[in-house]
């Protein structure tokens, strides 16, 4: 599998990066994004700690990748105060990203308090014990884009739009929302130095690793890698697609610029592809198929199911004006790279570590689109 990207000094311009020699802490780093912000992290040459449960599917994108190898890995449950106290003070961490949470729409409606309570008291749990340690500068909270009220429109949803959500995991995602504004005004802002606190609303994202159920990408490989035809709910849906170094590439701006600058880039900001990224599901796994190395194969699964958004778009413009964040990838690309990742997972020989940050050079010296 040959890069697909121009080969740059991407290391080089990594070392001389604002969170180089950081104490950063992610929650969530045994999930999928947060495995693959932890492996970035460190090649940013930041000390990296990481507090979540044990990673959530197998296998996983934090094994296979052994994000862990070079960083302090507490394990617990975000929601427990005592034991999240216990890594602030031994790691005394300079820089939070908050990424544990419940993030399956079909798991909220089955489990819809234990959604609540991982997205909304997990949060306000994380935000309480940065408060208290007087060693936090910088804290960037995933949220997502469907923490809006959707009203399925064609053009996209920009910060100061109303907050809602259909489903208990999109309300949950709004009620993080606010919590994390009562803290940011309650506490940060009165704090002395400042504390900056941001939200970033992301998209779809897909990429290598990802092995969670009832996704898109992930239930397509465990179906292509046992030899069956994947089940696909409704293959008319339209999701605004990006790879998940796209959104995190914001998160990382977003802490660089609140650890200058904690006024002005506090607050809620959007990661979204632009509008010609806006595909249907059946688009995606037609575009999947032609670069996977195998049979890729799915079958129209008419069960009643609960209900999913049929449409939905953030408008990004201001983290393009004030961070200038753009995405980096087309849609080709980022299916291509996706398929390169779990071709590599399929060789034994592979080591996934190097294949993660090999992509993560590529994606570091693609210039941004306009």
């Given at each position: 599998m040959g890069e697909r990207f121009a080969s740059v000094e991407a290391v080089d311009v990594m070392v001389r990066d604002p969170l180089h020699g950081r104490r950063v802490l992610v929650t969530g780093h045994t999930g999928f994004k947060g495995s693959w912000l932890s492996i970035w992290l460190q090649k940013l040459g930041a000390h990296v700690a990481g507090f979540a449960l044990d990673p959530p599917t197998s296998p996983s994108m934090f094994v296979t990748a052994c994000a862990g190898d070079g960083l302090a890995d507490f394990r617990g449950d975000v929601r427990n105060a005592v034991a999240l106290g216990e890594v602030f003070s031994r790691f005394d961490p300079e820089v939070v990203f908050h990424l544990a949470a419940q993030s399956i729409v079909r798991e909220g409606y089955r489990a819809p308090v234990e959604t609540y309570a991982t997205n909304v008291v997990g949060t306000a749990t994380v935000l309480d014990a940065c408060r208290r340690a007087s060693s936090v500068?910088?804290?960037?909270?995933?949220?997502?884009?469907?923490?809006?009220?959707?009203?399925?429109?064609?053009?996209?949803?920009?910060?100061?739009?109303?907050?809602?959500?259909?489903?208990?995991?999109?309300?949950?995602?709004?009620?993080?929302?606010?919590?994390?504004?009562?803290?940011?005004?309650?506490?940060?802002?009165?704090?002395?130095?400042?504390?900056?606190?941001?939200?970033?609303?992301?998209?779809?994202?897909?990429?290598?690793?990802?092995?969670?159920?009832?996704?898109?990408?992930?239930?397509?490989?465990?179906?292509?890698?046992?030899?069956?035809?994947?089940?696909?709910?409704?293959?008319?849906?339209?999701?605004?697609?990006?790879?998940?170094?796209?959104?995190?590439?914001?998160?990382?701006?977003?802490?660089?610029?609140?650890?200058?600058?904690?006024?002005?880039?506090?607050?809620?900001?959007?990661?979204?592809?632009?509008?010609?990224?806006?595909?249907?599901?059946?688009?995606?796994?037609?575009?999947?198929?032609?670069?996977?190395?195998?049979?890729?194969?799915?079958?129209?699964?008419?069960?009643?199911?609960?209900?999913?958004?049929?449409?939905?778009?953030?408008?990004?413009?201001?983290?393009?004006?004030?961070?200038?964040?753009?995405t980096r990838l087309t849609f080709e690309e980022t299916i291509g790279i996706t398929a390169d990742w779990y071709a590599a997972a399929r060789g034994e020989a592979t080591d996934l570590r190097r294949f993660t940050e090999a992509q993560i050079d590529s994606y570091a010296g693609k210039a941004p689109s306009c």
């Open positions: 500068r910088a804290i960037v909270v995933a949220s997502s884009d469907k923490c809006y009220e959707n009203r399925n429109w064609i053009w996209g949803y920009r910060e100061n739009d109303p907050l809602g959500g259909f489903d208990p995991y999109s309300s949950s995602k709004a009620c993080t929302e606010f919590v994390c504004a009562a803290f940011r005004q309650s506490f940060f802002e009165q704090a002395s130095p400042r504390t900056g606190l941001a939200t970033a609303r992301a998209g779809n994202v897909i990429g290598g690793g990802d092995w969670a159920r009832d996704r898109l990408v992930p239930d397509l490989a465990r179906a292509a890698n046992g030899g069956q035809r994947a089940m696909i709910r409704n293959p008319a849906a339209v999701r605004p697609w990006q790879h998940v170094l796209e959104p995190l590439a914001g998160y990382l701006e977003l802490a660089r610029r609140l650890c200058a600058d904690a006024t002005a880039y506090s607050g809620s900001w959007n990661f979204g592809p632009p509008p010609d990224s806006m595909q249907t599901v059946e688009s995606v796994v037609t575009r999947l198929a032609t670069h996977w190395q195998g049979s890729l194969n799915w079958t129209m699964d008419g069960g009643v199911h609960p209900h999913e958004a049929g449409r939905l778009l953030v408008d990004s413009s201001k983290a393009a004006h004030d961070l200038g964040w753009r």
